[in-house]
């Protein structure tokens, strides 16, 4: 059984920043990529940035300079940090493991990210 976990979410005033968390059992993070995904009401989910096992990120076309994915491999962990958020960034997001890039296997449950005054 593979938990994935994401964690960090929470309601944030625009231009405030939030640190997602994804852990893992095991040492997966060791060999699978992560994947960061949100889905916001009435749309359809979307990639968000990944990591690879080795490090290399990737970030969606939208060019969220934003955000920025890390992993410590010590403690098993993928995060996702982001600043100046905005209203339009809200919505659930979660972490997904693979054994590529946007290619997930196991989902987390999501976190709920709400940017509201």
């Known amino acids: 059984q593979v938990n994935v976990v994401e964690s960090g979410g929470g309601l944030v005033q625009p231009g405030g920043s939030l640190r997602l968390s994804c852990a893992a059992s095991g040492s997966m993070f060791l060999t699978h990529a992560v994947d960061w995904y949100r889905q916001a009401p009435g749309k359809q989910r979307e990639f968000v940035a990944s990591i690879t096992n080795t490090g290399t990120t990737t970030y969606a076309d939208s060019g969220e300079d934003r955000f920025t994915v890390s992993k410590d491999n010590a403690k098993n962990t993928v995060y996702l940090q982001m600043i100046n958020l905005k209203p339009d960034d809200t919505a659930v997001y979660f972490c997904?493991?693979?054994?590529?890039?946007?290619?997930?296997?196991?989902w987390g449950q999501g976190t709920q990210v709400t940017v509201s005054s």
């Open positions: 997904a493991a693979g054994a590529s890039p946007r290619k997930p296997l196991f």
